[in-house]
């Protein structure tokens, strides 16, 4: 039987179809594994990792030889160096999909939420201060006919643009190229152009080398003063210095973040943040897509160590060319 190490324990239905079709290895701590990785992969053929592990090029060139595949639990891999993992013959692969309704859904609960200053009102109500009503309290920003700025039409883009729509919000975009998929909204050939059409802005683009830091100062001050903006990619996309000052001096209006840089120590400025709702990344916790991540990484995993080479949601498919991963055996 096949070895598979699980980097953090997971869902009760996801291990159940690990253990049937491998002698599984569980990570049981609730931190990262970090450098305890090496030792506890010794002897396996694969691996399943969490976002919170980093694979760069080192970590991927100590592997024990018997790595043949990993899987990240996960759509973003950032945490991964793809080209040290080709070269080292070990193809990657992730979990899309089955989590963009999840994260979608997210999305248009933090954009109620920011602009409505849900939290606020909750804060108020809990800790006894809710008073008498006055028609001047609680004040927020209404969506219909409100415009949206989505930066990253991808699969999770076009999920919160056509729930936006139910809304009745405008929908405009910027990504690499048009998308076939949403001639209904406009399109923007720059950020910045974006940005300056965007009541209601929403971050919605992979972390890659280029679109790290996109979000600056420069661009925040693009936006219409009061804008509400949300974040459900990744935290590096953003300079959080700027967003935080952009925050406290009204010109955004509102704020609502799932992600952040350095999580989990966030900024702790942001908890102190006016008109700002928080979530600890949790864009694709539903029992529905955390189960369907599992599903499409054993699949992969399966098919990948135990029936040739699996080539969908993989990575880095040059890593399975033939030759390239036979490197490898011990």
Known sequence: MKQLLITRTLPEPVLQAARAAFDVTLWPHDEPIGAQLLPWSQGCDGLLVMATDRLDAATLGQLPPSVRAIATYSVGHDHIDLDAATQSGIPIFNTPDVLSDAVAETAMLL????????STAEA?????RWGPWSPTRFLGRQLTYQRLGIYGMGRI??????RAQAFGMQVHYHNRSVHSDASDFTYHATLESLMAQSDVFCVCAPSTPKTRGAIHAGRLALLP?????????????????????????????GAGLDVYRNEPRIDPRFLSLPRTTLLPHIGSATHDARNGMGRLAMEALKSCLMGGAHRTH???????????????SP
């Open 157 to 162: 883009g076009l999920g919160i643009a056509q």
């Open 225 to 253: 003063r009061g804008a509400v903006f949300v974040n459900i990619a990744r935290g590096d996309l953003v300079d959080e210095e700027a967003l935080i000052e952009a925050i406290t001096s009204g010109h955004v209006g």
């Open 314 to 328: 993989c990575l880095n498919p040059d890593a399975l060319a033939p030759g390239i991963a036979d490197e490898r």
């Open 111 to 118: 954009i109620l939420s920011a602009a409505r200053d849900a």
């Open 124 to 128: 108020t109500l809990r800790d006894g």
